[in-house]
């Protein structure tokens, strides 16, 4: 059973950094491609980045420049660098794992962590 566990989050006020990270176990992480995704209040959840096995990324227009995802095969381990932060990042973000390549859907993703709550103050 695969597992991601999430952590990472807090209260930051807008202008600072924080790092999230995914520890992925009972699967072969090295195989998926990997996407940070987020719900903020009274929206949908929407996928912020998503990096394949060979390290291609994808990012969000809102967040480029802001955001950098990254990931170690060899600690199992997702991270999402986040800068800058401004109030509208302020949201629940979710790790989740992905067989297919591309992985730009919710649909997409087979394995989701709880989440970890990223609040950023004005």
């Known amino acids: 059973q695969v597992q991601l566990v999430e952590s990472g989050g807090g209260l930051v006020q807008a202008g600072g950094s924080l790092g999230l990270s995914c520890a992925v176990s009972?699967?072969?992480?090295?195989?998926?491609?990997m996407g940070w995704f987020r719900r903020a209040p009274g929206k949908e959840r929407e996928l912020v980045a998503r990096?394949?096995?060979?390290?291609?990324?994808y990012i969000i227009d809102s967040v480029k420049g802001r955001f950098t995802i990254s990931r170690d095969n060899a600690k199992n381990t997702l991270y999402l660098q986040m800068n800058n932060l401004i109030p509208e990042d302020t949201a629940v973000y979710y790790c989740a794992a992905a067989p297919t390549f591309l992985a730009l859907r919710v649909t997409d993703y087979n394995y989701w962590g709880q989440g970890t709550q990223v609040t950023v103050s004005s």
């Open positions: 990096i394949t096995r060979g390290g291609s990324t």
């Open positions: 009972g699967g072969t992480f090295s195989t998926y491609t």
